[in-house]
């Protein structure tokens, strides 16, 4: 075990996956010899070489389409784009080839490659480098969404997606990235995707959340001593359909809170998922807490995040719901 934060956890995760696979190439801007715009592959392409840790110019696209090539050709890249926001210009690639190569060869030629990017706000990075656009790739099927809210996480997480075989979209939240350092084991270990996490429990309140706002729900029921089951998600597509109908009948009163824009984010496709499977059991009408349907605010940034009181108000709304 070695302390790690999520910047060190997922550098860790990369120099071991490398070093046991010649296949695993990185490729992204500054990724060589800056290490990254955030330092996450520090010391790679000094370790590995400038073939296998590749600079590539500023065309995310290109980064995109390149990782797909050498994926179809046997390679496991691992492309990253600097922040989620200028992913948008790769989308053609990621939704036609990426998403659809097993598809639309019957499954003859798959894409194992895992693109990194960070995501979401917290760094003062204004409206063009504090995006959350998971609901983007989770809409698109042929790709799996992954989060981790932690360092442990984020390590297994990344072990699993490498070993995966078909395309991860690796989300890493920024305002996580040195937030906290925790034990991380040094060896290989797997965290499942798919597989939701539940950090606290109580029989009064579901909250639901991943990435960025679960150290700030973690804090507000432990703070305010909320009788709440606070479930992680860590994997947005596929989603852990079990753990989340289990958490809404156990206490009828559910709020999900996540960073991303209210309007067709995932606590819109959660609510409707427990409106299907479980809303007999429920005592109160489903709450959201989320960011805010503008762009992300560079002066008001703590105004945008959902907070201990905006989640403390969802919480009384439930609870004194009749």
Not at 208 to 227: A, F, Q, R
Request: aromatic share 8%; hydrophobic share 40%; charged share 20%.
């Amino acid at each position: 075990m070695s302390i790690m934060n999520m910047v060190q956890a997922i550098n860790h995760t990369l120099d071991f996956s490398m070093s046991e696979d010649d296949s695993v190439i990185l490729l992204g801007e500054d990724i060589g010899k800056d290490g990254g715009v955030f330092r996450v592959t520090d010391g790679l392409q000094a370790k590995f070489g400038e073939q296998r840790v590749i600079d590539t110019p500023l065309n995310e696209l290109g980064i995109v389409g390149a990782a797909i090539g050498m994926a179809v050709s046997g390679l496991k890249p691992i492309p990253e784009i600097q922040f989620q926001d200028f992913i948008f210009t790769s989308m053609d690639q990621i939704i036609n080839q990426m998403a659809k190569m097993r598809y639309r060869t019957g499954g003859t030629v798959t894409v194992p490659l895992v693109l990194r990017t960070a995501v979401g706000g917290g760094i003062k990075g204004g409206l063009y480098h504090s995006q959350s656009g998971e609901s983007y790739f989770v809409h698109t099927a042929g790709l799996t969404v992954v989060m981790p809210s932690n360092p442990l996480d984020a390590a297994g997480l990344l072990f699993s997606s490498i070993g995966y075989g078909d395309p991860v979209i690796f989300l890493e939240p920024k305002k996580l990235y040195r937030s906290e350092k925790i034990e991380v084991p040094d060896e290989r270990f797997d965290v499942a995707i798919g597989k939701a996490s539940l950090i606290h429990e109580g029989d009064s309140l579901s909250i639901i959340t991943y990435g960025s706002m679960v150290p700030v729900v973690k804090k507000t029921v432990e703070n305010n001593s909320l009788d709440a089951d606070v479930l992680d998600l860590r994997t947005l597509s596929p989603l852990d359909v079990d753990s989340i109908v289990k958490t809404a009948k156990k206490t009828g009163r559910v709020m999900i809170v996540h960073e991303a824009p209210r309007t067709l984010g995932m606590g819109a496709e959660i609510s409707a998922l427990i409106s299907e499977r479980a809303i007999e059991y429920l005592y109160a009408p489903i709450l959201r807490v989320t960011g805010l349907d503008t762009p992300f605010p560079y002066r008001l940034e703590d105004l945008y995040f959902p907070d201990e009181r905006r989640i403390l108000n969802a919480s009384s709304k439930l609870m004194e719901y009749r």
